[in-house]
DNA sequence: GCTTGACTTAGAGCGCGCTCGAACCCTTAG
DNA sequence: CTAAGGGTTCGAGCGCGCTCTAAGTCAAGC
């Protein structure tokens, strides 16, 4: 299978594909008399896992420690199922939070009532801690040490 | 109320406060006599709100949107239910996706079993549409003309 | 033989949402 | 008077995850 239709069958564009590749997350391709990548059908399985994990917000560096942990052999397989089980706590608290804010989306919509009632806005419902933009939240818990080490802002 | 207080009370740092006014999704702070940020209790529940909007993956366009409405008077309001009914909708869609994924985790993480049994790699399990990053799924949904026009690609 | 078009590489550029630095201003405590 | 410590503006820089360009190679169809 070339890259065109890799990419066809994936959903994601050839381009990615090649960064994937590049950057680890795909193992280097074997190539035909041309130099060109040449796909087993098997390659879709992976591509679709990594979906989800990209799909549950996992940032690219955990994807490529779990790419790497794979490479490594049956050996790290306990390491891999902790990295999965912890992000999928990760995923579970994100819900939650999802979950908590469609609460207050819906108090508020129905604060828009009927097709025009109540004045009122800026009604605070279900007040929880907020600004913990979930697109970093899995980093946070994930990660340990931090390459430069961050001023652990108060927050 | 000073900038430095807000930030600790609201959770963002004084630098993304400036920020937001900047680019409109806060109002224009009143300043006291030396031209600094003096605050009302009152904007917290309005930055608590956007920290709802934001931990459900509205782009900060979106939001910018719904402050114009919001700064627009009473007469917007069915659009900006209608912006929040929406963003509901996609949120709600996410959250179904989350699911659908943690299901995936599950099975994987069984297939780690114990503390080590299988060898089994690459099951895919319950296998769907992947590869809608949910980071811009919301803009997909709610984005109607784009500035530039995209190519609209096939994928 | 020539065109078409999918492929190759290296590397630059982009959109998002901050985040920070520089240089300066003002107030207050000692 | 001085120094600390918060505030101000403007604009550059960053981390992420792609996305695209340029310049070239190769194979198949007419």
Redesign the pocket.
């Known amino acids: 299978m070339?890259?065109?239709?890799l990419?066809r069958q994936s959903g994601l564009?050839?381009?990615?594909i090649?960064?994937y590749e590049?950057i680890g997350l795909l193992p280097r391709?074997d190539?035909d008399?041309?130099?060109?990548?040449d796909y087993d059908a098997s390659i879709l399985t992976w591509i679709e896992f990594l979906g989800r994990l990209?799909a549950t917000g996992m940032?690219?560096?955990d994807m490529l420690r779990y790419a790497e942990l794979r490479a490594g052999g049956a050996a790290t397989e306990p390491e891999r199922r902790r990295l999965l089980e912890r992000h999928r706590e990760a995923v579970r608290a994100r819900v939650a939070t999802l979950q908590d804010c469609l609460l207050v989306l819906d108090g508020k919509i129905a604060g828009y009532a009927g097709s025009s009632e109540r004045t009122n806005d800026d009604d605070a419902i279900n007040p929880r801690p907020i600004h913990d933009?979930e697109r970093h939240a899995v980093q946070r818990q994930q990660r340990s040490g931090s390459p430069?080490a961050?001023?652990a802002r108060a927050r």
Not at 2 to 5: F, L, P, V, Y
Not at 13 to 16: D, G, Q, R, V, Y
Not at 33 to 37: F, I, P, S, T, V
């Open positions: 070339k890259i065109g239709e990419a564009t050839a381009h990615t090649r960064y590049r391709a190539r008399h041309a130099r060109r990548r990209k940032p690219i560096r933009d430069v961050r001023p």
